[in-house]
């Protein structure tokens, strides 16, 4: 409603979709948390499906960047995304399946921490093909959510499981650094890598500084907000000819977050993050479930990623909430059994 008040609406249809984008992840999110009962078998679909996410995004990554499909040619002349590359073989930044590299590293890191705990036969093919394209993705912003996740995986870990979870974790790091080193693909990963020491003088970097410094003083000014923005929707400069957007939705979570809900929404908005992952952080009776502790990292780390990408809306936000629904319906389901078994001594 807000919305409609504040922005000049001339497409009531989309403000339809806006509004499905941001309610379609919490929805997803609560409908796996209202079904707990069902948390046993809702694990392991979770992990079947994200197991062949990998094995066949990485595969067709791996030949997008090496092929450059006429379809894929096509996209990117059309749209005009000169951010993913250019259009011909060794040229793409892996986009994969999904419209843009950041869109598929997000979606596709949650998988990629999932191989950690699977028991799938062809388990390191596709850790193989998924790590790959990750990389060739050249996406900094699931990189670092990546790293954030393990950290947060191996150190919730106890005993023995921890043990395991290092083991693993370094078995996938010898996976990972011969494929850096192979040709064609190290030039584009480790020249990736590298901008990691010159900030100052990346494009990006700089743009995203802009960005804040243009658009956070209206930001804080913001109580009520702006109403629910999507990508490509923020508020223009004022007494700006070109009616540029202050900033990008995609590129700056925080700010599309205080800018749609206002002070007063994001407060509330946050308090009821907050509340969730306290509760899904109550290890003591649940903690040997592997895929409860993994679901919480991935869930928490996606969070993390709204200091430099959006976290609100569609395909950003289904890892936040569906992977915070699912361990909510866990510790739920953990609780109940707790509860009986102690009734029943």
């Given at each position: 409603m807000?919305?409609l008040?504040?922005?000049?609406?001339?497409?009531?249809?989309?403000e339809i979709?806006?509004?499905?984008s941001?309610?379609?992840?919490?929805?997803?999110?609560?409908?796996?948390?209202?079904?707990w009962?069902?948390y046993?078998?809702?694990?392991?679909?979770i992990?079947r499906?994200f197991?062949w996410?990998v094995?066949?995004?990485?595969?067709?990554g791996?030949?997008?960047f090496?092929?450059?499909?006429?379809?894929?040619?096509?996209?990117?002349?059309q749209n005009?995304l000169l951010f993913?590359?250019k259009p011909?073989?060794?040229?793409?930044?892996v986009f994969?399946?999904?419209?843009?590299?950041?869109?598929?590293g997000?979606?596709l890191?949650?998988g990629l921490?999932?191989?950690?705990?699977?028991k799938?036969?062809w388990?390191f093919?596709a850790?193989?093909c998924?790590?790959l394209v990750f990389?060739?993705s050249q996406a900094r912003t699931?990189w670092?959510?990546?790293?954030?996740?393990v950290?947060f995986?191996?150190?919730?870990l106890?005993?023995s499981?921890?043990i395991?979870?290092?083991i693993?974790?370094t078995l996938?790091?010898?996976?990972?650094?011969?494929l850096?080193?192979?040709e064609?693909?190290s030039?584009?990963?480790?020249?990736r890598?590298e901008t990691f020491?010159?900030l100052e003088?990346?494009?990006?970097y700089?743009?995203?500084?802009k960005?804040f410094e243009?658009?956070?003083n209206?930001?804080?000014s913001?109580?009520?907000?702006?109403?629910?923005?999507?990508p490509?929707q923020?508020p223009?400069?004022?007494n700006?000819?070109?009616?540029k957007n202050l900033?990008s939705?995609n590129?700056?979570?925080?700010?599309a977050?205080f800018?749609?809900?206002?002070w007063f929404?994001t407060i509330?908005?946050?308090?009821?993050?907050?509340s969730?992952?306290?509760?899904?952080?109550q290890?003591?009776?649940h903690?040997?479930?592997?895929?409860l502790?993994c679901?919480?990292a991935?869930?928490?780390?996606?969070l993390?990623?709204?200091?430099?990408?959006?976290?609100?809306?569609?395909?950003?936000?289904?890892p936040i909430?569906g992977?915070l629904g699912?361990a909510?319906?866990?510790?739920k389901y953990?609780l109940t059994?707790?509860?009986?078994a102690?009734r029943?001594?």
């Open positions: 807000i919305g008040i504040q922005q000049p609406t001339i497409d009531y249809a989309r979709i806006v509004l499905l941001w309610l379609s992840p919490i929805c997803f999110g609560f409908h796996l948390f209202v079904n009962r069902d046993p078998s809702y694990c392991q679909n992990q499906t197991f996410i094995l066949v995004t990485g595969v067709y791996i030949i997008q090496l092929v450059a499909p006429a379809w894929d040619q096509f996209y990117l002349n005009d993913l590359g011909t073989p060794l040229g793409i930044r994969s399946t999904m419209g843009q590299s950041v869109t598929f997000a979606n890191m949650p921490l999932l191989l950690l705990i699977s799938e036969k388990r093919t850790a193989g998924g790590y990389l060739l699931p670092y959510t990546f790293i954030l996740a950290l995986f191996v150190f919730s106890k005993g499981h921890q395991r979870a290092i693993t974790v996938v790091a010898l996976l990972i650094i011969p850096t080193t192979i064609p693909f030039e584009k990963i480790i020249a890598i020491d010159n003088n990346d494009g990006s700089q743009t995203r500084t960005q243009n658009s956070i209206y930001a804080l913001q109580s009520i907000g702006y109403g629910l923005i999507s490509g923020a223009t400069q004022e700006a000819a070109s009616k900033f939705v590129d700056n979570g925080y700010l977050l800018v749609s809900l206002g929404g509330i908005y946050l308090v009821g993050l907050i969730l992952f306290l509760k899904v952080f290890v003591s009776i903690f040997n479930d592997t895929f502790v679901a919480r991935i869930a928490l780390a996606s993390l990623r709204l200091f430099t990408a959006n976290v609100t809306t569609g395909p950003y936000a289904m909430w992977f699912i909510i319906a866990g510790y953990y059994q707790y509860i009986s102690n029943g001594s």
